[in-house]
């Protein structure tokens, strides 16, 4: 008689698991809708708004509000107006969509970074994080969700995959590099049997999730053999730009291996420019820009058998955070509770120009909007994260409510 | 069964001993890593299984053993510091000035701005050097410079070594580090006073306000220079900087008070008072080891900072305000006034060191909720924030509820935290509250508790008991009927606090769609009621489906709902990371593991469940481990599959 260790090595039982029809090993039944990848791209701190995609004239602002350019250095890129520091993103501003003025309604770090994890407002370290409700509909790739970057426990959810936290050695990733073939396929056809174990026991909800986290391992592991191994380019950076760099094109090797549905990308420079706001933001920004324009650029150059990275990707960049926007006594900029999100790729209206929804006014103040243009209407209301979040579940084919989702669903956002 | 327990059952029947309990072995193995963060030698735990099983042993006796143990120490630091890292590397602790060197003819010059003529560099007795000169290039030494024309002392974040600094080494090279190495072992000085410090309390069994309240630290002679380099910088003598009889190793020692009051505990620590770069983030962390006050900050619109019309309200006079306008004044009125406290030590941007003259005189007052939420006034001190701090009942919930969270995890009922509650107020004693907690949790074990969570039956049958009658014009679209379940959740967990709100208004047995929409996230992610002490978990899973099921008729929309509310997306309770790595080696029959960093192994332990990632770094450690036990082939691959087995990582019942 063959036992179940012999009978996956033979790739049957496997095969019987993977037969299982999706609702029964607990996936969502739905059809995948939406972008096939999304990145969330966490630009920790705080950017100022003024240097970067909400620049703004003098004349436009109350006395008192730092804009310390003048207009000549703000770039006109299509229907965007870049300022000083992000003028190195103009090639790619028709692709843009820029959300301003959006409410995050905290001043405080650690809630932002609690919100921009799950694009939503008053949550607490127990509520699932957006990617991991989106990346449970993850079509035949392993793993939901992975989290990249300088990351603390704000920013962990229950499908959590990656790091590192403050340490670049010895990630998880980078021990994943160093298995061989064959070792995957031991650790594949062990995990296939915990899974299918796991699945037996008594019914739960908890018990339905741990096996759908075995099996999500099990199809990393399969997967891995097939693989191109991770190398790093060198993208002409160093210290934390290099471990951008490397972080940016971790994000492209799971997307080009179709590794992942969603990635949480922290972003952790010095944007948090309490003291020296001019010098802070340059530095921190002057070495994103670079980085980014580099991976916005190898997104549209690479391919999978779905297509260009670029057409199958959402990249939702944004602080959890922004400036407050009079200088304080240290030339600095404390916090305010509003945040600028960018967003580009699949499922975003951009129009053929780049578009700006929301606007500011002259103390950066978010004003009312229309629902139905994103464009400022007195009689509007205000933009809020949890509109954002509720906008992508959404456009990944998801009934926000079912999910706590209580924004509004911004239509402009989406393609039509 | 657990993999260990087969493994154990296999060597008792090949030994002819008598074999002890399945779930004897597991319990003994579960209370191990709880208690002390590491399993049991196998052997060792079947031993104690049997004797718990043939009464040589009771249960609280043997629980005692376990945690006469060291460890206890350690695992009490996760359990009530978290597991984030004391010193970061972000921060300049003791200062981001590392010498680098060359040499010339045969002599190493150090320098903090690149070369100099090397007959320029001038000879200084360096302070971890007390017998021996070093040379040193004149704009790295500036002995002269303790501060900058804005008052920021010299190690401050803002004053590292660049063209715009004043500073150089400062006298006796106080402010600099010799190299790389240097720094890590500063580092590692600074964080172990805390951890040290804390394993003191704890394995002594002194009452856990000692930890933020005495004077001592246990630390050693490079924690007692960054002490030292502070009463230099107020202008005692730098040659102070060689702590002349102060022990190398690690000890239990008395600090030296600058002022009255001056020290708290750990609170008082530079690991802990360099936890973030300004006092308000220190105290968002302090009151979140001592009053579980998590950072909450939520509802701020722009007009109302714009309305406090101040533009410093970080460092600047905009406090007072900020501590007092509505909605902000949920978090800064515990915040700021609690700074107060603490002035004299500035922002880690102004420097690294206590300035007496800076300090606040008198009385002030704390708050905890808000500024209609007074807890008494104290001396402004460390010493005075400890007093009134550790005296309010929070602190005593928030001990409980850490050692409950930590021991039961999601399965922590009122009545436990109760039990753990009574323990802190009759001994004030981390070990008797963990005592009580595993012994709870030992009973739980035997008693099949995880039942509680089950499915409930007909859950997905459309609900027939609404309460509308009567109830005038109903639009489905934005109002809910309420059943008798939710109506009666409302009432026996909301109504207390919320009572008088007219959207809670129930009569007529309709609510507002959103409303309730919000109530289910709130209850389901423990917003409120708060915390397993208020709410049972099945009492909260029950009031939660209850929500569910008049939010949503259709069975898919109720299943997804509930997967996501109910289950919160989350897989089994998991050990802690560092614990989970160290059983899934044990298993493999080792005791060494591969190293890996990952964002779970900074996740707390109330938070640590089944992950991807948490069962792929499993898969790595138990292949390494396997390995270097000497496997191939078969044996490899069972070697690993009893290492990974799930139910090694899971706490508590696995359903199995």
């Known amino acids: 008689m063959w036992n179940r260790r012999q009978l996956l090595r033979l790739g049957l039982a496997s095969w019987g698991l993977s037969a299982l029809p999706r609702a029964a090993l607990g996936a969502p039944t739905r059809r995948s809708k939406g972008p096939r990848n999304i990145v969330v791209l966490m630009l920790r701190g705080g950017v100022d708004g003024v240097y970067a995609f909400d620049p703004k004239e003098r004349s436009q602002v109350a006395a008192g509000v730092d804009v310390p350019y003048s207009a000549d250095h703000i770039t006109e890129a299509g229907n965007l107006l870049l300022g000083p520091h992000y003028s190195g993103l103009r090639s790619f501003a028709s692709d843009f969509a820029v959300v301003k003025g959006l409410q995050v309604k905290t001043a405080n770090h650690e809630s932002g970074a609690l919100q921009m994890v799950r694009l939503k407002t008053a949550v607490s370290n127990k509520t699932p994080g957006i990617l991991d409700i989106i990346g449970a509909d993850r079509d035949d790739r392993p793993l939901g969700c992975v989290t990249l970057g300088k990351t603390s426990s704000f920013e962990h959810a229950p499908a959590a995959f990656g790091g590192p936290t403050y340490s670049a050695d010895n990630t998880l990733l980078d021990r994943l590099d160093q298995a061989g073939p064959e070792e995957f396929a031991l650790l594949s056809r062990v995990y296939a049997e915990h899974a299918e174990r796991v699945a037996g026991w008594s019914d739960s909800l908890a018990r339905d999730r741990t096996a759908e986290h075995l099996r999500q391992v099990q199809a990393l592991f399969t997967r891995m053999p097939t693989v191109t191994p991770f190398e790093e380019a060198d993208w002409g950076r160093s210290g934390s730009a290099g471990q951008l760099s490397a972080d940016f094109q971790r994000t492209l090797w799971l997307l080009e291996n179709d590794l992942a549905r969603g990635v949480y990308l922290k972003v952790y420079f010095n944007w948090d420019s309490h003291f020296d706001n001019a010098r802070k933001q340059r530095a921190s920004s002057g070495a994103f820009v670079p980085a980014f324009a580099r991976f916005l650029s190898e997104l549209r150059r690479r391919r999978n058998a779905h297509g260009s990275l670029h057409e199958q990707t959402l990249v939702v960049a944004g602080s959890e955070l922004a400036r407050f926007p009079v200088l304080n006594g240290n030339d600095g900029k404390d916090h305010f509770p509003e945040t600028t999100m960018l967003l580009s790729g699949a499922g975003v209206n951009s129009g053929a120009r780049g578009a700006v929804y929301g606007e500011t006014g002259e103390m950066m103040e978010g004003l009312p909007v229309s629902l139905d243009t994103g464009r400022p209407h007195d009689a509007g209301t205000h933009l809020v994260l949890d509109d954002l979040g509720t906008t992508l579940l959404g456009l990944c084919g998801f009934d926000p409510e079912r999910y706590g989702y209580r924004g509004r669903h911004l239509r402009f956002l989406e393609v039509a | ?656």
């Open chain 2, 1 to 656: 069964m657990k993999r260990g327990t087969l493994l154990l059952a296999t060597w008792a029947l090949s030994c002819g001993g008598p074999e002890p309990a399945s779930d004897t072995v597991e319990l003994v193995q579960d209370l191990s890593m709880l208690a002390l963060a590491r399993p049991m030698d196998p052997s060792e735990a079947k031993e104690h299984a049997s004797a718990l099983d043939d009464g040589r042993i009771e249960l609280g006796a043997y629980v005692d053993q376990l945690l006469d143990d060291p460890a206890l120490g350690r695992v009490a630091r996760r359990v009530i510091l978290g597991g984030g890292e004391i010193v970061k590397p972000n921060h300049p602790i003791p200062s981001h000035s590392v010498l680098s060197h060359f040499d010339h003819e045969g002599e190493r010059i150090y320098s903090l701005r690149g070369r100099c003529v090397p007959s320029t560099a001038v000879d200084v007795l360096p302070w971890w050097n007390r017998k021996k000169t070093i040379k040193v290039c004149p704009s790295a030494y500036r002995p002269e410079v303790l501060r900058d024309d804005e008052g920021r002392t010299c190690g401050a974040s803002t004053l590292a070594p660049g063209a715009d600094s004043p500073c150089g080494c400062g006298p006796r090279l106080m402010f600099c580090l010799k190299d790389d190495d240097h720094r890590d072992e500063m580092r590692n000085s600074v964080r172990s006073e805390v951890t040290d410090t804390l394993a003191y309390v704890v394995n002594n069994d002194l009452p856990i306000e000692q930890l933020f309240l005495m004077n001592g630290t246990v630390r050693d002679r490079d924690a007692e220079r960054i002490y030292v380099r502070s009463r230099v910088l107020a202008g005692e003598s730098p040659d102070l900087m060689q702590v002349d009889g102060f022990s190398e190793k690690p000890r239990m020692a008395s600090r030296h008070d600058q002022v009255d009051g001056h020290h708290a505990g750990i609170l008082t620590t530079p690991g802990m008072l360099y936890g973030s770069d300004a006092l308000r983030g220190v105290m968002r962390n302090y009151y979140e080891f001592l009053w579980c006050a998590a950072a909450s900050s939520s509802g701020v619109t722009t007009q109302t900072v714009l309305g406090l019309d101040a533009v410093d309200l970080r460092e600047g006079d905009g406090w007072q305000q900020l501590a007092g306008m509505a909605v902000c004044t949920d978090c800064h009125a515990r915040l700021d006034y609690g700074m107060q406290f603490f002035q004299g030590y500035p922002s880690s941007t102004r420097g690294i060191d206590f300035r007496p003259g800076e300090t606040t005189a008198g009385t002030g007052p704390l708050y905890n909720l808000h500024i209609g939420d007074p807890r008494g006034e104290d001396t402004l001190t460390p010493q005075g924030f400890a007093r009134l701090v550790l005296t309010q009942p929070e602190f005593g919930e928030c001990m409980a509820r850490r050692v409950s969270d930590h021991v039961l995890g999601a399965q922590v009922t009122v009545e436990d935290y109760d039990a753990v509650m009574l323990a802190f107020e009759d001994s004030h004693s981390f070990r008797t509250m963990m005592r009580t907690a595993l012994i709870r949790f030992a009973d739980r074990a035997g008693s099949g508790a995880e039942e509680a969570l089950s499915p409930r039956p007909g859950l997905l049958e459309p609900s027939e008991s609404a309460l509308a009658d009567g109830a005038g014009a109903f639009d489905p679209t934005t109002q809910v009927r309420l059943s008798l379940e939710v109506a009666q959740g409302v009432d026996n967990h909301c109504a207390h606090c919320h009572d008088g709100i007219d959207q809670m208004d129930l009569t007529g047995g309709v609510l507002d769609r959103n409303l309730l929409n919000a109530m289910l996230e709130q209850v389901a992610f423990e917003k409120m009621p708060k915390g397993a002490g208020e709410l049972d978990p099945a009492a909260r899973v029950a009031f939660v489906e209850a929500m569910i099921d008049v939010l949503w008729t259709e069975d898919q929309a109720r299943q997804e709902a509930r997967a996501f509310f109910v289950g919160g997306q989350r897989a089994h309770p998991a050990h802690t990371f560092n614990t989970a790595m160290a059983a899934v080696a044990s298993e493999a029959g080792t005791g060494k593991r591969l190293s890996i960093r990952g964002l779970s192994s900074a996740v707390d332990a109330a938070n640590q469940y089944v992950s991807p990632g948490l069962l792929t770094s499993a898969a790595l450690v138990a292949l390494d481990a396997c390995k270097r036990q000497g496997h191939s082939g078969d044996g490899l691959e069972s070697c690993v599959a009893e290492a990974t087995d799930p139910s090694v990582l899971i706490l508590g019942p696995t359903g199995e």
